[in-house]
């Protein structure tokens, strides 16, 4: 892999460089936490806790998700911070979200899902998008499209790095979908769009094995 250190720099900056166009808070670190009253702990207001992002329950859009706990057999977007809860180890910085689809019960035909959106413009000069977490492999769509994902390597906490050719999608302007499906859990952090193709999944895996996967840290969302 003598041309490591080249793939290492190069994703380093390209990711610096590909600034998302009308996409906020890909790393769900803008959060804060205000509790909506009507319902209490652990409601919290959307618009608050995941700002930029619309959440949907079997697509119909709310208004409250639900903060650092989970549901045990209903649909729910429920976003982790500190201190976490139920043993989730972090994926990056304090915060993630946790898609859960309808769990081992509930309505008869096992439609409700769990999922966030965000409408915005991929950069035209994009070529992939990669994010950190746990997800079902037809989880993520733009504009209605699924996006074949592949997984790079892992983090740290042994999270999947996924990445995902978007060139074809370059300058579009459409909802960025991540939807958790009937029996899944999806968990998702540290979205990114790059100027560079998807690397190899064996040089990615040796870039975060070599603890140099913290590089990217400097540049939050």
């Known amino acids: 892999m003598k041309n490591l250190p080249a793939i290492i720099g190069l994703w380093v900056f390209s990711t610096a460089l590909c600034h998302s166009q009308g996409f906020i808070n890909f790393g769900f670190e803008d959060a804060t936490i205000v509790s909506d009253p009507a319902k209490g702990n652990p409601y919290v207001y959307a618009s608050n806790a995941i700002p930029g992002w619309t959440p949907y329950i079997s697509g119909v859009p709310i208004t409250d998700i639900i903060y650092n706990t989970i549901n045990l057999a209903d649909p729910a977007i429920t976003l982790q911070g500190?201190?976490?809860?139920?043993?989730?180890?972090?994926?990056r910085g304090n915060y993630f979200i946790l898609l859960q689809g309808q769990?081992?019960?509930?309505?008869?035909?096992?439609?409700?899902?769990a999922g966030i959106g965000q409408t915005g413009q991929i950069p035209i000069n994009a070529v992939s998008m990669t994010f950190w977490g746990f997800v079902d492999p037809s989880s993520v769509s733009f504009a209605g499209q699924t996006l074949p994902l592949t997984i790079l390597?892992?983090?740290a906490n042994n999270y999947n790095i996924y990445g995902t050719d978007i060139s074809m999608l370059a300058g579009q302007t459409g909802e960025l979908l991540f939807t958790a499906p009937?029996?899944?859990?999806?968990?998702?952090?540290?979205?990114?769009?790059?100027?560079?193709?998807?690397?190899?999944?064996?040089?990615?895996?040796?870039?975060?094995?070599?603890?140099?996967?913290?590089?990217?840290?400097w540049k939050r969302s």
Do not use: C, K, M
């Open 153 to 155: 390597g892992t983090t």
């Open 182 to 217: 009937y029996n899944q859990w999806n968990y998702i952090d540290n979205i990114r769009f790059s100027i560079n193709a998807i690397p190899e999944p064996g040089s990615l895996a040796l870039l975060v094995v070599g603890g140099l996967i913290g590089v990217w840290r």
């Open 103 to 113: 769990w081992n019960g509930g309505d008869a035909f096992h439609t409700n899902t």
């Open 82 to 91: 500190p201190p976490a809860s139920g043993g989730f180890a972090p994926i």
